[in-house]
């Protein structure tokens, strides 16, 4: 059976599926340890692999891939002011909402909706009472992944 995903990598958290087209990381996804691993020879796959490697031993390396973000223009104005969220530091749907002129329910859908996790960090948005849901689930592995990224960076969590 052959998978989704141009490459299935392993993470420390468990696994990561990744879809590439025309030069650009098109989709990273979140999947449970149990997914086979799905090698691939592809650039740009073996470039993002060794900066998510990277990534992993230290939380402040960097990301420079090719990104191609598919959302609405709402979307990407809430993953711009994602990506403005230092490493080691955290911010509400509420606050994002507030300086983009939104609501923070719209802000926790463009989260979800998020389909660059990692790189575009939406687990340093948490809710104002909690640590928030993930990808859409408020338990599972999913929140089990944003905690451990949390830790990863340095968050102390609530």
Known sequence: MSSPFDAVLEAPFGKLGVRVADGAVR????????????????????????????????????????LAPVGTAFQHRVWRAICAVPRGRTTTYGAIAKAIGSVPRAVGQACGDNG????????????????????HHVDGYLLNIKHWLLRHEGVMLI
């Open 27 to 66: 989709e990273l996804v979140y999947l449970p340890e149990s997914t086979p691993a799905v090698d691939s020879d592809d650039a740009l796959i073996r470039r993002l692999a060794h900066q998510l490697d990277a990534y992993y031993a230290d939380p402040d390396a960097p990301f420079d891939v090719p």
């Open 116 to 135: 660059l996790p990692i790189v575009i960090p939406c687990h340093r948005v948490v809710s104002a009472s909690g640590i928030g849901g993930f990808a």
